[in-house]
């Protein structure tokens, strides 16, 4: 059985531009539904946040609202309390890429707040990349790409076809005009060639060995696309 690392935020807020904190976390979905598909391929999870604090679900993630109905709602937090790894964290700074056959981020506001500096991060999203570990991200996951610097200064993304939570889903949601930045205009001003689709609709970018997702609805097709590169990579090992 094959280990898959998942890399969380440990933040509890988001700090907006007036300088309100925000409340955050992971967003629910992005974790179960990528969980649930790698737990029933076979792999091991392994959690790992800033500090190794125990990551804390967005409370909107949680309602009715977000899950299409009441039902899937409990259904989710169900599926998160027998979450056991998510209560025992690694920290960060102690990965080895070595034990892992791939790599996953969540989003959630919360990397909007600390996986966007941290450089642990980056040096671990770098070495994924350059090693053809299998990477997926998704939704506002992708900020902690911009912590990804080269030796060159220049961003380890850049070139790379990706996605990610667009402005127009940002507006749409109400925090656009409070955010300090947007994560699809920071993707692109680290060069990447983002693709921006329909606002909530699934939409994976599959660039080489990183997999990307933009937004809540993607999460469950990042896994399966996850899925198929680790499946490539063992027949070619």
Known sequence: ????????????????????????????????????AFRAA??????ATPGGVVPQADAGS?????????????????????MDELRSPIALEDVSLDDYAAVFYPGGH???EDLAV???????????LRSGTPLGVVCHGPAALLAAVAEDGSNAFAGYRLTGFTN??????????????LLQDRLVAAGADFQEG????????????????????????????????????????
């Open 42 to 47: 076979g792999h091991e999870i392994v959690v």
């Open 198 to 237: 329909e606002p909530w609709a699934p939409n994976v970018v599959v660039d080489r060995n990183l997999v990307t997702g933009q937004n809540p609805a993607s999460s469950a097709s990042v896994a399966t696309e996850l899925l198929a590169l680790l499946k490539q990579s063992a027949v070619r090992a």
């Open 1 to 36: 059985m094959s280990k898959i690392l998942f890399v969380m935020t440990g933040a509890t807020h988001w700090t907006l531009t007036d300088g309100t904190e925000h409340p955050t976390g992971f967003w629910a979905e992005e974790a179960v539904a990528p969980y649930e």
């Open 110 to 112: 919360g990397p909007m």
């Open 62 to 82: 949680l309602t009715a609202e977000a899950n299409g109905g009441q039902e899937n709602a409990d259904r989710i937090a169900g599926a998160l309390a027998a």
């Open 118 to 128: 941290d450089a642990g991060s980056g040096r671990l999203l770098t070495l994924a």
């Open 168 to 181: 127009a889903e940002e507006t749409q949601a109400g925090l656009a005009d409070k955010a300090p930045w």
